[in-house]
Nanobody, 126 residues
């Protein structure tokens, strides 16, 4: 298990921006696929974005393409989610997640991820 700690959530007006961070511990971080998911009240946990261990490959949900950017800094054991042009439908708890080292495929399926953070709330007011 690799502890993950998200930060950067909060309340923002529609059209605004936030940057989420997810700090991980462990020597294997630089070789792990990482992802962001979100869960709104009463809904399932949905894929937002994922990034390969090197950062060379990224994937996004259609709903956030062109607005959100996932990135990572392996020297800091941290991934980021830059969120622009936020709207009320982006309101949710955002979770970062990681796959164990050796599972190198970028995935949009929650069940493919092995460890999770506690989540950070993002609320977009209209």
């Amino acid at each position: 298990q690799v502890p993950l700690v998200e930060s950067g959530g909060g309340l923002v007006q529609a059209g605004g921006s936030l940057r989420l961070s997810c700090a991980a511990s462990g020597r294997t971080f630089s070789s792990t696929v990482m992802g962001w998911f979100r869960q709104a009240p009463g809904k399932e946990r949905d894929f937002v974005a994922a990034i390969s261990w090197s950062g060379a490959r990224t994937e996004y949900a259609d709903s956030v393409k062109g607005r959100f950017t996932i990135s990572r800094d392996n020297a800091k054991n941290t991934i980021y989610l830059q969120m622009n042009s936020l709207n009320s439908e982006d309101t949710a708890v955002y979770y970062c997640a990681g796959r164990y080292s050796g599972r190198s495929s970028v995935s949009d399926t929650p069940g493919q991820y092995d460890y999770w953070g506690q989540g950070t709330q993002v609320t977009v007011s209209s």
